[in-house]
């Protein structure tokens, strides 16, 4: 990382969108971006690329710099299919609109790390966290007790990162009881966040809103 950036770094920040199967990171990450970029898809390992955002145009500059960061990373061309493994990225230039309107800010969906499937691409999800600017870990109320969850925090830990936490798909009778579940598991593995925000299940997309700990 620190080799990476003292290397004229020409990426604007970057925001890694991490989390197991189906807890619902690409709907985060188009609520965030305020589009829908991302896919959301029921099938687990849906994503087997990192996908990026960024809310300005692709430049070659940026593009020669995302090679650099990801190790021997090619990006694959439009209409191919996706690779497997740590090699296959993309990124997409989508309209500055949601949270990140005032400055240019690329946005991650990854894949995820506790499939089956995954075993192909999962290494990829720690290496693009140790190059991110901020992590953004979400999980559901399935999902946030997995040990695979544990394992993936126990690894970005000692990068000291932002890390923010979402909890999604959350029934309103259960946030609270949740909230502090999780923030004391954190507390007890000594694990450091920015904020436990949450995400009520709803039925209506246009009805989702979110509070913050």
């Not at 493994?85 to 990854?110: C, H, K, M, N, R």
Request: hydrophobic residues 40%.
């Amino acid at each position: 990382r620190e080799q990476l950036r003292s290397d004229d770094w020409k990426l604007p920040p970057q925001l890694m969108v991490v989390g197991p199967t189906q807890s619902g990171k690409s709907t985060i990450c188009n609520l965030l971006l305020g589009s829908e970029s991302a896919t959301p898809s029921p099938l687990a390992g849906y994503t087997r690329q990192a996908q990026g955002f960024v809310t300005a145009p692709v430049s070659s500059v940026m593009e020669s710099a995302l090679a650099r960061q990801f190790d021997h990373g090619k990006r694959p061309e439009a209409g191919s299919s996706s690779k497997t493994g740590q090699e296959a990225y993309s990124l997409t230039a989508v309209a500055a609109a949601g949270s990140f309107d005032a400055e240019p800010v690329i946005v991650w969906d990854t894949p995820d790390f506790d499939s089956v499937n995954s075993r192909d691409y999962r290494d990829l999800v720690p290496t693009v966290c140790a190059l991110a600017d901020a992590i953004l870990l979400v999980v559901s109320r399935e999902k946030y007790a997995d040990q695979s969850v544990w394992h993936l925090l126990r690894m970005i830990a000692p990068i000291h990162l932002p890390l923010l936490i979402c909890l999604n798909k959350i029934s309103v009778a259960d946030e609270a009881a949740l909230r502090n579940a999780l923030d004391q598991r954190l507390q007890q593995e000594q694990i450091h966040h920015a904020g436990i925000v949450t995400v009520p299940y709803s039925g209506n997309p246009d009805q989702l809103a979110g509070s913050q700990a």
